[in-house]
Each structure stands twice: as structure tokens, then as C-alpha cells.
């Protein structure tokens, strides 16, 4: 039987500030990276055989501190780019198991215009609240 891992980014910078973050590239802030290792303690005995990822740097920094407490191998981005794929082929010493990782833009998080970057908290007052 396959799992599916869900996780979802630590705190970003951004976020860590109130900001609309959207696709602005920002990285994780002390406590997203403790998070992003803390979430790898709980899945270190997981087998994972694949791993899917935005491009957005907070969301691969996620994966990677995530892996870096995994015993199922070492996360290796599978690049898109001709060049970058036949230069990102490389072997390991015997028995070294590498963790397909790929990123992808659909994966981004929604793109918020002209929010991103605007504090959460000002939006309210400007627009108002938001309801679904």
C-alpha cells in the first residue's frame, strides 16, 4: 500500500512578518527551519520514494531539512533543463539510494498580485475581510 506525505512549507520570512508571500521567492525563517526539521523527526522511519516540491525556495528548503532526518536516501533534483539533466547525473557510492526529487510551478502557491509583500493586517483595512 503507497502513502501520500503532505507538508506544507515552515515559516517563511513573510510569513513570519505578516506579509502576502505568494510567488515572491522568500526563505525560510529559524523557526520554519526548526519547524521543517521537527516534521522530519516525525517521518524519519518513512520510506519515501519520491518527492514533488513548488519552485519556491521555502518550499524545497522544507523538503530538504525534512530529508536530512529521513533514512530513506538523498534528495536529488531531477532538472528539466537538457544541459542540467545529463550534468545531474551522478552515481553514488554502491548502496546509496537517491530520492527523485522534482519541482514544478503548478506547485507554487497562489499568486496574489499586487498583495504580495503587502502586510495582512493593512489588506483588512484597505479592503476588508475576505469570506469564502
Known amino acids: 500500500m503507497s502513502n501520500l506525505i503532505l507538508i506544507r512549507h515552515g515559516e517563511s520570512l513573510w510569513n513570519k512578518l505578516n506579509l502576502f508571500t505568494g510567488w515572491v521567492d522568500v526563505p525560510l ?3 520554519g527551519v526548526e519547524e521543517a526539521l521537527n516534521a522530519g523527526k516525525l517521518l524519519k522511519h518513512w520510506r ?3 518527492i514533488f516540491t513548488s519552485e519556491l525556495i521555502r518550499a ?3 523538503a530538504m531539512l525534512v530529508m536530512s532526518k529521513n533514512f530513506s536516501g538523498i534528495p536529488k533534483i531531477e532538472h528539466e533543463n537538457w544541459m542540467m539533466k ?3 547525473s551522478i ?3 554502491d548502496g546509496e539510494r537517491y530520492v ?3 519541482k514544478s510551478w503548478h506547485l507554487n502557491e497562489r499568486y496574489y498580485g499586487q498583495l504580495q509583500g ?3 493586517d493593512k489588506a483588512k483595512t484597505i ?3 475576505f469570506h469564502k
Open 91 to 93: 552515481y553514488g557510492e
Open 86 to 88: 545529463e550534468w545531474g
Open 100 to 102: 527523485p526529487t522534482y
Open 48 to 50: 519515501i520514494d519520491v
Open 29 to 31: 525563517s529559524e523557526k
Open 127 to 129: 479592503y476588508g475581510l
Open 60 to 62: 524545497i528548503q522544507t
Open 118 to 120: 503587502v502586510n495582512k
